[in-house]
Every structure is written in structure tokens, then in C-alpha cells.
């Protein structure tokens, strides 16, 4: 993040004929984006979004998981059950 030199206020990016500048909020003021400044930004962004991103798949996740987990117990029991029945049955 970066800060205007002479207001102090928060300088924001903005694009201008095809190329990046951080302008301030509150004067206005403008100056053209350097690569660090605009690798903090972006850096920023991406963290936040993957952030954002990792807990929602996870709340979504988890009780699909739990479900899915409860189907497959029931389907191998179901399974063992029916095994243990044909076998017995061979047995006799
Ligand atoms: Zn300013």
C-alpha cells in the first residue's frame, strides 16, 4: 500500500491510457505505478481472495464429506451383510 506524499491520504491504483497509476483519494493526487508498488497490490488481492476462497470450499466441503462418508459405511455394510448371507447360504 502506498501513501500520497502530500496529503498522506490513500493512494488507490487506476488505470490511465493503458498504463497503471496510484492515485490519491482525497487530493488527487497522481503518479504512475512502479512494478513493486503494483506487485503489493496485486499480492494483496490474490492472498484475500484465496483466502476467501479456502473457507468457503471448506464449509461447503465438509458436510459433503461427512455425508458421503455416512453412505459409503452404509453402503459397505450393506454389502457385508449381503456376502455374509450368500456365504452362509454356500456353506449350507
Ligand atoms: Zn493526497
Same mark, same amino acid.
Given at each position: 500500500?502506498?501513501f500520497?506524499?502530500? *496529503?498522506?491520504? &490513500?493512494? #488507490?491504483? #487506476? /488505470?490511465?491510457?493503458?498504463?497503471? $497509476? &496510484?492515485? *490519491?483519494?482525497? *487530493?488527487? $493526487? +497522481?503518479? +504512475?505505478?512502479k512494478?513493486?508498488?503494483a506487485?503489493?497490490?496485486?499480492? /494483496?488481492?490474490?492472498? =484475500?481472495?484465496k483466502?476467501?476462497?479456502? #473457507?468457503?470450499? $471448506? =464449509? =461447503?466441503?465438509?458436510?459433503?464429506e +461427512? @455425508? /458421503? @462418508?455416512l /453412505?459409503e459405511? $452404509? #453402503?459397505?455394510?450393506? &454389502?457385508?451383510? &449381503?456376502y455374509?448371507? @450368500?456365504?452362509?447360504? =454356500?456353506?449350507?
Amino acid at each position: 500500500m502506498r501513501f500520497c506524499p502530500r *496529503c498522506g491520504g &490513500l493512494m #488507490v491504483p #487506476v /488505470k490511465k491510457d493503458g498504463k497503471a $497509476y &496510484l492515485r *490519491c483519494q482525497r *487530493c488527487g $493526487y +497522481e503518479e +504512475e505505478m512502479k512494478g513493486s508498488d503494483a506487485k503489493s497490490y496485486v499480492d /494483496k488481492k490474490s492472498v =484475500e481472495k484465496k483466502g476467501a476462497v479456502i #473457507v468457503e470450499s $471448506y =464449509e =461447503e466441503k465438509k458436510p459433503d464429506e +461427512e @455425508e /458421503k @462418508e455416512l /453412505k459409503e459405511d $452404509y #453402503v459397505k455394510q450393506l &454389502l457385508d451383510n &449381503l456376502y455374509e448371507t @450368500e456365504s452362509e447360504q =454356500e456353506e449350507d
